[in-house]
Structure formats: C-alpha cells, structure tokens
C-alpha cells in the first residue's frame, strides 16, 4: 500500500492507496508541533483505528507546504514505517510543466493538484483549491501549468473579521438562508460565503477569458469547495480527494523510464 501525506498550512491530510483505490483518509492539525516519535506512534495510532495495518504500508509520498516539520515528519516515516518517502520538490517527474516566471515559488500542493487534474480530467484545466489560501491554476492542453491567482481563505478571512474588529464574534462558516442578512452572525455569513462565491465566478471567468482557452474545465477541491461549488455553476467538479489522487499518480511517474 501507499501512503500519501498532504502537509498543508492548517492539517495534514493522510491517505492510503491500495492499488488506485482510497482505502483510508485522516487528518492531524498542522500547527501542534511534534518529535518524529510523536508523529510516528500519532500515524500509527490513526492507521490501527481505520484498520489498516502498518505493516501493509510499502512506500510513501509528502507534499509539504511547510518546511519546518519535513525534519521530524521524514524521520518518523523512515523509523515507524522503514521506508524512505518521496518528496514532491523540484526535480521530480510530475507530468506537467511549469512554465511561470519562477517555477521554484510554485508550492508542491499546487503542483499535485495540476497533476491530478490534468491526468484525469484532460485540459486545458483550471484548478481550484479552497484551503488556507483559495487558489487559482491554469494548465493548458499540453500539460503545462501556465499561470496562478492566490487569494485569501475563507477562513483566513473570517479569521480577520473576529480578531480584528472587537465587537464581531467567532462564527460557524456556512452559507445563510438568505443574503439579506437580519443579525450579525449571518451578516457575516453572508459576507464571506457569498463573497467568496463572486469571487470564484469573476476571477474563474476572467482567467478563461484572458488565456483564450476553449473547453476549460474547472475543478475544484478542498475543504469547504463542496460549499462552493454548489452554489455556482461555474465549477464543473468538485473532486476533495484531488490532492492525494495527484500524489498517487505522481509517485507513480517515479518509475517510468
């Protein structure tokens, strides 16, 4: 079996592969800092309770985001597991080309997303992922990643709301019933959700519009991209496991000749 670690700014989503088959997916939280022991009994731990035995995991891939923890997180793979995982870095074959300004600043998430959505929905493709940050990807029809938006999260913004003006409270991130909002809560519902929405369907139809593309399908996936792409049309897939599938398929280039 495969193990896939996604190390993003706010969790780190694991999943397991047999074959191309997802047969296990969990979370830890990104920001808790841990010794490779404690990632590796954590790992374990979180393996063992979605029965798949430890023993099973033959290989494994990261794309991190965050530099900081590939220390501890690569030493507890190689002690707790006795495998040497891939890294998704410069150099590796991933199936695309990157063919922006500087490569290098292209983060590996983005590029295991481009990956992913290239090989299994064709291009030219626009990539979508609603994490930390909400990202914009296109890659054209030859498999090349050809231009990137980067904007705030939803919850980056939320996080700006209730942190720096005083009187407006945490809330849950979900759309309202309705955008006529009555009450401070659902006003600022309304705001981000909606907000977000009218985001997505200007710079979605501003990027196919200037590329001169035809046919662009546009894919979204993280973790509050359910909420979004049902609510607009311009979305035309909503796949949340898009990130791992990509590192499934990147690890499997390593091997081709």
């Known amino acids: 079996m495969l193990l896939t670690i996604d190390v993003g700014n706010t969790n780190i989503t694991l999943g397991v592969f047999e074959g191309e088959k997802i047969v296990g997916t969990f979370r830890i939280n990104t920001k808790i800092s841990r010794t490779s022991d404690e990632y590796g009994v954590v790992i374990g731990e979180l393996m063992e309770l979605n029965h798949i035995e430890r023993d099973g995991i033959k290989d494994v891939i990261i794309a991190s985001v965050v530099p900081a923890l590939m220390h501890s997180l ?72 050809v231009a990137g938006v980067t904007a705030p999260g939803i919850r980056i913004s939320a996080k700006a709301l209730w942190q720096d003006a005083a009187k ?41 519009e200037e590329s001169g593309y035809e046919n662009v399908k546009v894919v979204a996936t993280g973790g509050l991209g359910g909420m979004i792409a049902r609510e607009t049309s311009c979305i035309d897939i909503y796949d949340p496991e898009l990130t791992l599938k990509g590192m499934r398929l990147i690890f499997e280039k390593q091997g081709d000749k």
């Open 168 to 208: 407006l409270p945490e809330i849950e991130i979900k759309k309202p019933k309705s955008i006529l909002a009555k009450e401070t809560i659902s006003s600022m519902q309304a705001g981000l959700v909606y907000g977000q929405i009218g985001q997505t369907e200007y710079i979605v139809k501003n990027m196919i």
């Open 74 to 145: 690569t030493s507890a793979i190689i002690k707790y597991f006795n495998v040497k995982p891939v890294i998704v870095e410069a150099g590796i074959k991933t199936g695309i080309r990157v063919v922006t300004e500087n490569p290098k600043q292209i983060g590996a998430d983005r590029i295991v997303d481009a990956a992913a959505a290239y090989h299994l929905y064709g291009g030219p493709v626009l990539v979508l992922d609603f994490g930390t940050a909400t990202t914009y990807d296109m890659v054209d029809e030859s498999g090349a990643f």
